[in-house]
């Protein structure tokens, strides 16, 4: 009887360490790789201008069909600055820098599949479990470093939620902006954020945050936009009037080897900017309906944003995406400056 349960034991024993060594090789080759489109790969080796773009905007930004001719036709600005544009998203659960056509297509009318809204920490199990979802910032920015990206551009930023200082509401663009050294193209974070205590604990993390002078400002210290506005009452930490200063804040930044990011915030154009009084009272009715409704996490940014769009009958989406056309086009102008700085 003895023998009979040691053979079985050892039997059990070689069993496993078969099973184990073929999940081990199984698992490895079934982690999605890295996949950097030929184009843009080239354009990075060869120093020529690079715009990364962002995908959460597709996926949980903004409605179809928007998101979807918001996605192509900020690609063709990017073009038609003479830069090359890298959408990035996890495509079937691979990390994709550069989206084909197709690839937008797919992300962005999902047919009633879902999307993951895919930040920082949910990386890791989109891959392993082959989803496909819109990276935030803080996923593009570590998608665009893997691929030598340092520019990108997008709409608006994550940030302290307002009470953050209670539900500890902070988004994880923020720390990202602390450790990725890319910089971040946008119109600022939404007043629907507490823009105050973003800035503090950007500050505190280390990220330079400057504002772009378009030369519309009146006289007396520049503000941080408030995305739909030109000013959120917020002080910005740093103005600055050229695409040269933005590439030497950059290039200064990398010959340090400082491995913080940088937020360079750009006021929506006085055209097109939408009235404080009226947006702010729609964001608070906002809020209003996301406490009642017991929204939290990561679902907060996306219920305001439809939300937001619903009470002004679409003009904050038409918004959004001039300001995302715009950003890009001043991103790619920076992406230039810095394949000459580097040349
Ligand atoms: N703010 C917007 N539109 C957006 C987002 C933020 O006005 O689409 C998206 C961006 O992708 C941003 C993310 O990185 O939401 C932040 O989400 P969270 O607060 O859950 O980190
Ligand atoms: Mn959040």
Same mark, same amino acid.
């Given at each position: 009887?003895?023998?009979?349960?040691?053979?079985?034991?050892?039997?059990?024993?070689?069993?496993?360490?078969?099973?184990?060594?073929?999940?081990?090789?199984?698992?490895?080759?079934?982690?999605?790789?890295?996949?950097? %489109?030929?184009?843009?790969? +080239?354009?990075? &080796?060869?120093?020529?201008? #690079? @715009?990364?773009?962002?995908?959460?905007? $597709?996926?949980?930004?903004?409605?179809?069909?928007?998101?979807?001719?918001?996605?192509?036709?900020?690609?063709?600005?990017?073009?038609?600055?003479?830069?090359?544009?890298?959408?990035?998203?996890?495509?079937?659960?691979?990390?994709?820098?550069?989206?084909?056509?197709?690839?937008?297509?797919?992300?962005?009318?999902?047919?009633?599949?879902?999307?993951?809204?895919?930040?920082?920490?949910?990386?890791?199990?989109?891959?392993?479990?082959?989803?496909?979802?819109?990276?935030?910032?803080?996923?593009?920015?570590?998608?665009?470093?893997?691929?030598?990206?340092?520019?990108?551009?997008?709409?608006?930023?994550?940030?302290?939620?307002?009470?953050?200082?209670?539900?500890?509401?902070? %988004?994880?663009?923020?720390? +990202?902006?602390? &450790?990725?050294?890319?910089? #971040? @193209?946008?119109?600022?974070?939404?007043? $629907?954020?507490?823009?105050?205590?973003?800035?503090?604990?950007?500050?505190?993390?280390?990220?330079?945050?400057?504002?772009?002078?378009?030369?519309?400002?009146?006289?007396?210290?520049?503000?941080?936009?408030?995305?739909?506005?030109?000013?959120?009452?917020?002080?910005?930490?740093?103005?600055?009037?050229?695409?040269?200063?933005?590439?030497?804040?950059?290039?200064?930044?990398?010959?340090?080897?400082?491995?913080?990011?940088?937020?360079?915030?750009?006021?929506?154009?006085?055209?097109?900017?939408?009235?404080?009084?009226?947006?702010?009272?729609?964001?608070?009715?906002?809020?209003?309906?996301?406490?009642?409704?017991?929204?939290?996490?990561?679902?907060?940014?996306?219920?305001?944003?439809?939300?937001?769009?619903?009470?002004? &009958?679409?003009?904050?989406?038409?918004?959004?995406?001039?300001?995302?056309?715009?950003?890009?086009?001043?991103?790619?102008?920076?992406?230039?400056?810095?394949?000459?700085?580097?040349?």
């Amino acid at each position: 009887r003895g023998n009979k349960i040691t053979t079985i034991m050892l039997r059990n024993f070689r069993n496993g360490l078969r099973c184990r060594k073929s999940i081990g090789y199984r698992g490895l080759s079934h982690i999605p790789k890295l996949h950097i %489109s030929s184009e843009v790969e +080239e354009a990075v &080796k060869y120093n020529k201008p #690079v @715009v990364s773009l962002e995908s959460t905007i $597709i996926t949980h930004g903004l409605p179809y069909p928007e998101n979807i001719a918001m996605a192509k036709r900020v690609e063709e600005v990017v073009r038609s600055y003479g830069a090359v544009p890298a959408t990035v998203a996890f495509i079937d659960g691979k990390p994709t820098v550069g989206l084909t056509e197709k690839e937008i297509e797919y992300l962005a009318d999902a047919n009633g599949e879902s999307r993951v809204k895919i930040s920082r920490r949910d990386i890791p199990l989109v891959m392993s479990l082959n989803q496909t979802g819109g990276t935030t910032i803080a996923a593009t920015m570590i998608l665009s470093k893997l691929a030598n990206i340092s520019v990108f551009a997008t709409g608006g930023l994550g940030g302290v939620h307002r009470h953050g200082e209670v539900t500890m509401d902070v %988004s994880a663009d923020l720390d +990202e902006l602390s &450790k990725t050294p890319v910089a #971040v @193209v946008c119109s600022g974070p939404k007043s $629907i954020l507490d823009v105050q205590r973003t800035m503090e604990y950007l500050e505190t993390k280390g990220v330079p945050v400057m504002t772009y002078d378009d030369g519309d400002f009146k006289d007396g210290p520049i503000n941080i936009p408030g995305f739909y506005t030109r000013d959120s009452g917020v002080p910005s930490p740093y103005t600055i009037n050229s695409i040269l200063t933005a590439a030497k804040v950059i290039e200064s930044g990398k010959s340090l080897d400082l491995e913080n990011g940088f937020l360079f915030c750009i006021p929506p154009p006085v055209a097109i900017a939408l009235p404080s009084d009226f947006i702010n009272e729609v964001i608070k009715e906002a809020q209003h309906a996301a406490q009642a409704l017991n929204i939290t996490g990561k679902a907060v940014t996306p219920f305001m944003l439809d939300f937001i769009n619903t009470k002004t &009958k679409g003009e904050s989406v038409s918004c959004n995406v001039s300001f995302v056309l715009h950003n890009a086009g001043i991103a790619s102008q920076i992406a230039k400056e810095l394949s000459v700085l580097r040349g």
